[in-house]
């Protein structure tokens, strides 16, 4: 367990706690989006409109994954802040386990309804093939991909966040590297994009996997007994998590349609680089919960308020200082990172240039939702957690695109982020207001 958690929090050990999960989600980030850079430059825009299309249903698999981890995680961390280790290594064997088995139903249904998946997805027959061929390889990555993010969630409960990040990069190495050579020197397309994936989860599980082989972990694996009311704890305390990361790929779907009608595979593949830039810029505010969220839990756990409160304090400069920058570079340097999709002087070049610019406003507000979605999961408060991050992330978004696209065309498809995070900005600080003495933290 790290000193951290038995000590003073000074800005030094908050740091290097919280550092290793910001860096990790960006590395994330860069790692979702590695595969559209690759197949921008090496394939062109059809292709990356086909994964475009195919990401919802990796959308819905990483929320359930994530919904495990996080409502899972988050209980276990208050059970050692309590003292209950037996409880807490009793809840992580039992939840592990039925993620290896989630994941493979997952694998076996996807494989099953390929056909009808394809279809509701909205390819049209030029790009079907392509996202058939991702999909059913993807398919067989699902158990690694669930396994591996419960391990990366429990390592840094476990007071190891720098062994968190070191995860995703052996599984991000492994994946850029063998997406290099199997789209390359191999040619196989799309199909090397989608092996390259599957290998990168493999090799994050087998770093997992050996954490709690060589390490002395506080988290153990024990003999337990289902407790079904744990789960579905589990489940409905990650269900922000789930809303989150499935919004993500629900709403690439109404996105997709609405561009495939206003401006055709290329609109399609401009979404995909915008969302792309603007779930990287996103990431840093998820690592940062991510990290300050089993903080949050243990001194909860145990009814050491000062102490959260004092994690609050620093939460606050963070989000005020990275929304400004954030909102700073995609003014100024947009049409730089672009470039890393697309040459300049083509259509989907100007596109995606009038996106990116369009970000500034959603990322000076989204930082304070993204957080206030994890605080309320680190109090096992699933319910208030999920409801912001429905606003935020599906519901005001999908109303918000429909509604401004109709009024403003293509400018409205890019206005659809910052209405959704200032409609849900009012939901969150209701939120904060209405729960403050309830868990005994100051925001103000």
């Not at 840093?284 to 304090?313: C, E, R, T």
């Amino acid at each position: 367990m790290s000193d951290i958690f038995n000590s003073e929090i000074t800005k030094k050990n908050f740091i290097q706690f919280v550092w290793p999960s910001v860096l990790m989600m960006v590395f994330i980030a860069i790692y979702y989006g590695m595969d559209s850079v690759l197949v921008a430059n090496m394939m062109g825009e059809g292709p990356l409109a086909a994964l475009s299309i195919a990401y919802p249903i990796q959308g819905i698999q990483w929320g359930m994954t994530i919904m495990m981890a996080s409502g899972s995680s988050a209980i276990v961390a208050i059970k050692m802040g309590e003292g209950n280790m037996q409880e807490a290594n009793e809840k992580f064997t039992s939840i592990t386990i039925l993620s290896v088995i989630i994941g493979m139903v997952f694998s076996v249904l996807m494989l099953v309804f390929m056909t009808p998946l394809v279809d509701f997805l909205g390819a049209t027959p030029a790009l079907e093939g392509y996202v058939r061929d991702f999909l059913v390889i993807t398919a067989f990555g699902c158990p690694w991909a669930f396994v591996s993010i419960m391990a990366e969630y429990y390592i840094r409960v476990d007071g190891h966040p720098g062994y968190a990040l070191f995860l995703y990069i052996v599984g991000g190495v492994v994946h850029l590297v063998a997406a290099i050579i199997l789209m390359g020197p191999c040619d196989m397309g799309l199909k090397g994009t989608a092996w390259a994936n599957v290998l990168g989860l493999v090799a994050s599980t087998a770093a997992g996997a050996a954490y709690f082989v060589i390490y002395k972990t506080n988290l153990k694996f024990v003999k337990f007994k289902y407790d079904w009311r744990f789960v579905g704890h589990c489940f409905a305390n990650g269900s922000s998590e789930m809303v989150t990361e499935s919004s993500a790929g629900i709403t690439t779907f109404f996105f997709n349609m609405l561009t495939m009608k206003m401006a055709g595979a290329t609109g399609v593949a401009a979404i995909s680089v915008v969302l792309n830039i603007h779930y990287l810029c996103i990431s840093v505010f998820l690592g940062y919960v991510m990290g300050v969220a089993p903080l949050i839990s243990y001194f909860y756990g145990a009814k050491k308020y000062d102490k959260v409160n004092q994690v609050i304090g620093y939460s606050k400069k963070f989000i005020l200082t990275f929304s400004v920058i954030a909102a700073v570079l995609v003014l100024t340097v947009g049409q730089f990172i672009v470039m890393v999709y697309e040459r300049p002087g083509t259509e989907l070049y100007e596109m995606c240039v009038t996106g990116v610019r369009f970000l500034c406003a959603a990322l000076l507000l989204g930082g304070i939702n993204v957080f206030a979605s994890g605080f309320f999961t680190a109090y096992g408060n699933g319910v208030i957690s999920a409801v912001i991050s429905a606003c935020r992330a599906l519901i005001f978004i999908v109303i918000g695109m429909y509604l401004l696209s109709w009024i403003f065309g293509m400018t409205g498809i890019w206005l659809t982020l910052t209405f959704a995070e200032l409609i849900t900005l009012g939901v969150t600080s209701k939120m904060f207001s209405k729960y403050k003495d309830v868990y005994h933290y100051k925001i103000i």
